[in-house]
């Protein structure tokens, strides 16, 4: 994916890493590489200028923290500096008890009936019960090509055959679906229209008819920078919560869609990696460009730059031990005590503790933690940071989605509450307490 873009990227990394010492020439010169490189994949040029602005006057100007090399932050900068082009990770905030619609917009052969394909059984695997409904009514095989791709996934297409007003087979389609348990309603709809303003008239009609909480606007990674006023003529006739960007195996200026998307203000949610019906990705700013910038060459700054991070910042701590912890906070004490693959190394290393922590608690351990970390990732942002607000309804769904039975998640759960209590009466300083209530202590 992008591959230009991550090669000439990761060729101005290695010159830094190389060099014997950074001085303002350097710091120039990679600020041209990164223009040089970002431009040739068609990102906007003023978004270019402005990257690069940061970038230079970041690494001329800032002291790296204790602890970190000069080159190590320059890098970091860079990683800093491309993440904020790509705006902030953002997730679907459904509404539990109801059905949550989005429409699905973006012109004809931009992947709407594939991503509405995938995005079902992405959704579907997370423990949503999911609708579709197929108003593309100019596309002719468009119904059929959503039925098969829906099917494997068990998921039912509402759609008209013989039906060309699209505004009321979504009206129908809602209609049939309000008796059936779904959290989430996908709507798909045409792309073709002979002028452009007959679409957009249709787009406005069927949101009129359809009143989504979210409209997604899909669109061609391999248009480029062109993409920007599309996304601008349809935020106009219906606000665009999101973008998701297709086809970025097969596109070398993919960048200038990315770049373009983000500049609306909506922010890209997921993106299309291929054909095939898993081919869709959350979209992760910081991992997307941890990807381009070749995360084997950055995660040992990144790493490092956390660790330094973290140590100054202890906020997260302060939550913890004051008893305010959420579901991430005790995710993140999972994670750190994990790593005791690396304090059982440090244990072996000392005379006298050698053998203290055994390798099969190590293993119950880790798989109990990623286990949960399905679990986890099954809830919605607001299960997590308020985990009171998870119910029988609601474990039920997660556990659907992880893939794990109720009990687990009950467990976990129950974990947490203890985790929690136990947090706040030892003030956070007691992980053993914490291995030994989760029966691995
Ligand atoms: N390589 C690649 N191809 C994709 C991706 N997403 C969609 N496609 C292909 O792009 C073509 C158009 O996709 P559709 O889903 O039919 O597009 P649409 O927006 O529904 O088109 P209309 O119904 O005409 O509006 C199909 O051949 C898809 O297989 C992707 O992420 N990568």
Request: proline share 3%.
């Amino acid at each position: 994916m992008l591959d230009g873009l991550k090669n000439s990227l990761s060729d101005a990394i290695k010159k830094i890493v190389k060099s014997s010492g950074i001085d303002e020439e350097l710091i120039k010169e990679l600020s041209k590489d990164v223009q040089r490189a970002l431009l040739q994949s068609d990102v906007n040029v003023r978004l270019v200028l402005e990257i690069t602005k940061h970038l230079e006057e970041r690494a001329l100007n800032e002291t790296p923290p204790p602890g970190l090399s000069r080159k190590d932050h320059i890098i970091k900068i860079l990683y800093d500096e491309l993440s904020k082009l790509l705006g902030k990770e953002s997730e679907f905030d459904f509404k539990a008890g109801r059905q949550n619609k989005i429409i699905l917009l973006g012109i004809q052969g931009s992947g709407k009936t594939t991503v509405a394909s995938k995005l079902a059984k992405f959704l579907t695997r997370q423990g949503y019960k999911v609708g579709v409904i197929g108003a593309d009514t100019y596309r002719p095989g468009a119904l059929v090509q959503l039925r098969t791709m829906c099917e494997k996934s068990n998921v039912e297409v509402y759609g008209e055959e013989n039906n060309k007003d699209s505004p009321s087979i979504v009206k129908n389609g809602l209609k049939h679906f309000e008796v059936q348990p779904l959290d989430v309603i996908l709507i798909d709809t045409a792309g073709r229209h002979k002028e452009e303003q007959d679409l957009l008239e249709e787009m406005a009609r069927i949101n009129k008819a359809a009143e989504p909480d979210l409209a997604l606007l899909v669109i061609d990674g391999t248009i480029g920078q062109q993409c920007f006023n599309q996304a601008e003529a349809f935020h106009k006739t219906v606000p665009v919560g999101g973008v998701i960007i297709t086809k970025l195996d097969s596109s070398a200026k993919g960048g200038g869609a990315l770049a373009a998307s983000a500049a609306t203000g909506a922010q890209i949610m997921y993106i299309g990696t291929g054909e095939r019906i898993d081919d869709l990705e959350k979209f992760s700013p910081t991992r997307f460009v941890g990807r381009l910038l070749g995360m084997g060459d950055i995660q040992a700054v990144l790493d490092l730059a956390k660790r330094l991070e973290n140590e100054g910042d202890d906020v997260r701590m302060k939550r913890i031990s004051s008893g305010k912890m959420n579901m991430e906070d005790f995710f993140y004490q999972l994670e750190e005590v994990t790593k005791v693959g690396s304090l059982k190394g440090l244990l072996d290393s000392m005379p006298g503790f050698s053998g203290m922590v055994k390798n099969d608690q190590l293993d119950q351990m880790e798989d109990r933690v990623s286990k949960w970390r399905y679990i986890i990732q099954s809830m919605t942002k607001d299960e997590k940071a308020d985990p009171d607000l998870i119910n029988s309804s609601r474990i039920k769904r997660i556990a659907r989605g992880s893939g794990w039975p109720e009990g687990e998640v009950k467990e976990l759960l129950k974990n947490y509450k203890n985790s929690k209590s136990m947090m706040k009466a030892s003030k956070g300083r007691q992980m053993q307490g914490t291995l030994r209530k989760m029966g691995l202590g």
